[in-house]
C-alpha cells in the first residue's frame, strides 16, 4: 500500500490550535510525583519525582541528571525554585568546543523550545549551614498551634529529622526529607483547563544523607 497516494479528508490550521493541558511524563500535578508504574496511572507510567542526596565536602555523593525533552509546540521555561542547574548537553550533544574543553554553564530557568533537550546536573548544598543548629533561626517560633503546615512538612526543619505536627495533621514526609518544588514557569501553562496547580509541577526530593531510612 502506498500511503502517499490517500488523501486526508480533514485539513487543520495550527493558528487554531489552543492546547488545554501541559503535562510532564504524560502526568499531571499531583499524579507526576506519584510512583513509577502506579497502578491507577497504567497508560502514564513515569512519575517525575528526582530524588539527590546533600552534597558537601565531606559527602559528595554523584549530583542528579535530569533530561527536559519538550515534544510541544511552544516553549516551556522549567526550574526548581532556589536551585541552579549545571547544563552539560543539548539536543543530545555534550557542551564542549572543538578541543573538548568544557562549556558547561549554570542557568535557573530551562527555557526547552519545540523539540530540544537540554541536560543538566543538579546538586543540593545546606548553604545556610542551619541543618542541626538551634541557633539557627533569629525570630521566636510560634507554638505548634499557631503554625501552618504543608502536606510535605515533616514537623522539623533540620533535614534528617521529624518533629510534632498538630493534633489530627497528616503529613506525606517519611525521614525528614526537604521537598523543593519545580515547575513550568510560563504560569498559564501550570493548569488543566484553567485549574490550577495541576499541569507540568513536580519536586526535588532532598533526602538525608546516607545511611537512612527513608522509603519511596
Request: glycine share 10%; hydrophobic share 35%; proline share 10%.
Amino acid at each position: 500500500m502506498n500511503l502517499n497516494n490517500i488523501a486526508s479528508p480533514f485539513s487543520y490550521n495550527l493558528d487554531d490550535y489552543h492546547a488545554r493541558y501541559w503535562l510532564i511524563n504524560g502526568r499531571g500535578f499531583p499524579d507526576s510525583i506519584s510512583d513509577n508504574f502506579s497502578p491507577f496511572l497504567p497508560d502514564q507510567p513515569y512519575g517525575a519525582l528526582a530524588r539527590i542526596h546533600p552534597y558537601d565536602v565531606a559527602n559528595h555523593p554523584l549530583p542528579g541528571a535530569i533530561r527536559y525533552l519538550n515534544v510541544g509546540s511552544e516553549e516551556f521555561p522549567f526550574h526548581p525554585h532556589g536551585q541552579n542547574g549545571l547544563v552539560i548537553g543539548r539536543d543530545g550533544s555534550a557542551l564542549a568546543n572543538a578541543g573538548g574543553g568544557d562549556l558547561s554553564f549554570e542557568k535557573f530557568a530551562i527555557n526547552i523550545g519545540p523539540g530540544q533537550t537540554w541536560d543538566v546536573l543538579f546538586k543540593w548544598f545546606d548553604a545556610e549551614n542551619y541543618s542541626n543548629n538551634p541557633n539557627a533561626f533569629p525570630v521566636v517560633i510560634p507554638q505548634v498551634n499557631n503554625q501552618e503546615f504543608g502536606m510535605f512538612y515533616s514537623g522539623s526543619p533540620f533535614l534528617g529529622q521529624k518533629g510534632t505536627l498538630p493534633p489530627g495533621a497528616s503529613t506525606l514526609n517519611t525521614c525528614g526529607e526537604y521537598y523543593v518544588i519545580s515547575h513550568n514557569h510560563a504560569l498559564y501553562q501550570i493548569t488543566s483547563w484553567g485549574v490550577n496547580l495541576t499541569g507540568p509541577i513536580t519536586y526535588l526530593r532532598v533526602d538525608p544523607p546516607l545511611p537512612n531510612t527513608c522509603t519511596p
